[in-house]
């Protein structure tokens, strides 16, 4: 099936007389005949379901549907992007362990990294996206255990160079594993071009409607978790919380590191996604693909009336020719981006507080990436926690302003624009 088709049909197959749409198993609990039953379930004997908190079948379905589309072998939803993001580095990092991160990445997920897992004892070296072969090769240590990325960066909007930083993840003998929230599967795979382990904050494009916090996870299958067991020994040696099972050996190299993430993180930390929104989520993807159609339409004339703009200093976004990252974009997104500009007023930080009040159709709001035009002051919100060097360095200056074009009429929204940039 093409991808549009897997938008709607894949993930869930109703057979005669079922529901068409994926139902809302909305239960923590499940019952069973026997304790025998239920205890191959603990000891992962046996698939299926105990308690919500670690998996429910509606999520298990919408996440299927992710992983079709992404073109992986095993994927699970969780509560948030953060958690997703999260789950994916301590899955396979730990006290004592090292990551190598690209330094333009979402604020929230710098934090994460430079501050609260610092904390638990995971150390981090942040590269430029635009870093040499041999500037990346530096940031490697023995004890490193991924790589760390995003596939268009929130809100710098770089273009990460999949197949540098594959290789030299590789090279080392660890996955990359990338965030591909903005371009989503229907404009990018990154699993086509060496990516590892593929996640998702759910809550932008795949919603698509402000109505429900979600992530994902999903495990390509390609990366060989036994032909490196020294540095993975969480995959490659028995779980004692388990009877003893070698999670790599078991589920085997497309399974165990879902499995894993599943049966330990989800059950210790339970950051599982809502039933409820999981349901909200499935409906966001089936219109996915002509939403993504619209907004990066939208997006490429909005761009372009900016970049023209006499009030507008500089403008941001991988679909407009000349842009920095341009050549990356047309090599790993083909098809289109996403709806999201970055740019800068005249006047800096003031001007575009001044820019913001005026606007009538966008709204101003910490969300991005929806069917609603929305805007934002980095600077002052999602990326407030970073020093001024923190923000340069992630490509985040005090004048940035962060514009998530929807699905309106583009000639509204231009107008918009037009009045807000007035003086």
Not at 293 to 301: D, F, I, P
Not at 341 to 363: C, H, N, P, Q, T
Not at 405 to 417: P, S
Request: with cysteine; glycine share 8%; charged share 20%.
């Amino acid at each position: 099936m093409k991808l549009e088709t897997k938008c709607i049909q894949a993930g869930y197959e109703p057979k005669n007389g079922e529901s068409r749409m994926i139902p809302i198993i909305q239960s923590t609990t499940f019952k069973y005949d026997t304790s025998e039953d239920m205890g191959k379930l603990f000891d992962l004997e046996a698939s299926g379901y105990f308690y919500t908190r670690l998996q429910n079948p509606t999520n298990d379905l919408v996440a299927a549907k992710l992983c079709a589309l992404e073109g992986g072998t095993a994927a699970m939803l969780t509560s948030s992007g953060q958690a997703a993001n999260f789950f994916a580095v301590f899955n396979i990092a730990q006290n004592g362990d090292h990551v190598v991160a690209s330094s333009a990445i979402y604020g929230g997920t710098f934090n994460l990294f430079n501050v609260t897992m610092r904390k638990m004892g995971i150390e981090f070296t942040f590269v430029s996206p635009d870093c040499t072969e041999e500037e990346l090769e530096a940031a490697f240590r023995p004890n490193t255990k991924c790589v760390f990325g995003e596939s268009i960066a929130n809100p710098a909007l770089t273009v990460l160079d999949f197949e540098k930083f594959a290789k030299a993840a590789h090279a080392h003998g660890v996955p990359l594993i990338v965030d591909n929230t903005f371009p989503t599967p229907i404009n990018c795979r990154p699993i086509e071009f060496g990516v590892d382990i593929v996640t998702h904050s759910t809550t932008k494009y795949l919603d698509g409607h402000d109505v429900g916090v979600g992530g994902a996870i999903i495990d390509s299958g390609n990366f060989d978790w036994m032909a490196h067991a020294d540095k993975f020994p969480g995959l490659c040696t028995p779980d004692e919380s388990y009877h003893g099972i070698t999670y790599a050996e078991k589920f085997g190299q497309g399974g165990a590191f879902i499995t894993k993430c599943t049966a330990q993180l989800m059950r210790d930390f339970g950051s599982i996604q809502s039933p409820q929104n999981a349901f909200y989520l499935n409906l966001g993807i089936e219109s996915l693909a002509v939403r993504m159609e619209r907004h990066c339409a939208n997006a490429q004339k909005v761009a372009e009336f900016l970049q023209q703009h006499e009030n507008v200093a500089w403008v941001t976004y991988p679909g407009l020719p000349g842009d920095k990252y341009y050549e990356l974009a047309q090599k790993y997104m083909p098809n289109g981006t996403c709806g999201v500009i970055s740019f800068g007023v005249k006047g800096g930080r003031s001007a575009a507080e001044d820019f913001m009040k005026k606007l009538k159709v966008g709204m101003i709001a910490t969300h991005v990436a929806d069917a609603h035009t929305c805007v934002l002051h980095p600077a002052s919100s999602t990326h407030r926690q970073l020093t001024d060097e923190e923000l340069i360095a992630a490509g985040v200056g005090p004048d940035l302003i962060r514009l998530s074009v929807g699905i309106e009429n583009v000639d509204d929204i231009i107008e918009d624009l037009e009045q807000a940039l007035k003086g």
